[in-house]
């Protein structure tokens, strides 16, 4: 059974509703999906009920928190989460109010800097009053300010840019017991791209479940060298897309990078 773990809808920053990527993975022939939003679980629940229209078709209900570790923007992915969880529900509506005071005042910086992009150039591009940086970045290409996202993260966007504003988050210690209580599973997203690997370790000891092994932002020198940490450390190794809706090369991710999750009994158990 073949799953992509790692999955954004247009509940967060993705560009397809929950019902177009699960046509999307279904035509592709692949098992199931991970939803995994950027803190938030409102996509879940359409994304589960709109799956059982296809016959041996899963969906794993996930989240994906943001947190900031020694300077450093941490990822942590959830999955089976409750996400009824009076717990998972306030938490994420407390960072949904955040992410809109943060997108105001990203707004107001890039005008600081003799640009011009109002709140409603941003709106456009998040259906669900969910802001974050990729909003901003489309809407930045939208005005003819960059040519691209990767562009707009380099010169406005990135960490040290003039743009940029700190996220207020949860620490990963508390992120890790939020989705454990949420009798859900945790996984480190994307451990290759930290600069400061000492991370991996931090979250070891503060009770991860698992890595990330696949991702294309992975080389294979990223793989081999987190292949080695997490069979050392008994770990659950994970993968997926991390879709967005893109194309790249004129092709979806969506179902190119996957796990077999018969692989993982406590993840095969639990569908």
Known sequence: MIFDMHVHTTFSDGLFTPKQIIDIAFNKGINGIAITDHDTILGIKQSIEYSKNFKDFFVIPGIEFGCIHEDEEVHILGYFIDYESPNIINATQKLKEERIRRGIKMVDRINSIGMKLTLEDVKSFSKRD??????????????????????AFDKFL????????????????????????????????HPGILKNKNIINHCIEKGIDGLEL?????????????????????????????????????????GKYYIRIDDIPVMKGRI
């Open 214 to 254: 696949i991702n294309p932002k992975h080389t294979k020198e990223d793989v081999k060298f987190l292949l080695v940490i997490g069979k050392k450390n008994n770990l659950i190794l994970t993968g997926g897309s991390d879709f967005h809706g893109q194309k790249i090369s004129g092709e979806y991710l969506l």
């Open 158 to 189: 990135n960490r040290g840019k003039p743009g940029y504003v700190e996220k207020r988050t949860f620490s990963l210690v508390e992120t890790i017991k939020l989705i454990h209580r949420a009798n859900g599973i945790t996984i480190l997203a």
């Open 130 to 151: 969910h802001f974050g940086r990729p909003h901003v970045a489309r809407a930045l290409i939208k005005r003819g300010y960059v040519n691209d996202i990767k562009e």
